[in-house]
């Protein structure tokens, strides 16, 4: 397991200008044996003593596409894709012995179809009602607006065509309030 995520070479943290980084290649192989056991990227440089302002600046020197950073990077994420595999394989032999581990496996794989009910209902509490027009949406906000539950490939379609299909929606949840009000009275 310790050679699944490999470091840059020697040679590539040598060339480095300018003042001398903290991130050694003793320090990269600290920081990837704790992922490799489960901390996260960011916790194993902190129990490692390295700054989050330090721990930033490397990170955005991987982004910026600077050596030895982005493959240092790079192997810390293969080793944290590494432990996450083993823990899915973990949790996916128990299912085979305990139906919980499925259904817990199920409530955070699909959480649309078997999440906690709570869970699923604070989620929606947190999303912010927006009442602007159709027009004065964006593309995103149109496709947002009309959300993942239709068949419909929203994504291709034009802001007209959205703007038609969130305002027939609209009209057509009105008169299906109204008829229900109606079904209601009688």
Partial sequence: MANAAYLPEPRAWEY????PTGLTPAMAEGIRELVLRGASIR???AALGVASTTFERWRERA???REPYVSTFEAFEIAEAVFLA?????VAAAVQEDWRAGAWLLSKRCREDYGD??????????RVR???PPEQLTHEE???????GTSLDVQAMTNGELRVFIQARAEMRTALGARQANDDDE
Avoid: M, S
């Fill in 130 to 132: 927006d009442d602007r």
């Fill in 117 to 126: 009910a709570k869970e699923i209902q604070a989620r929606e509490a947190k």
């Fill in 43 to 45: 916790r194993a440089a």
């Fill in 63 to 65: 982004r910026q596409g």
């Fill in 86 to 90: 083993g823990i899915e394989q973990t």
């Fill in 142 to 148: 149109l496709v947002a607006r009309i959300g993942e």
């Fill in 16 to 19: 480095l200008p300018g003042r």
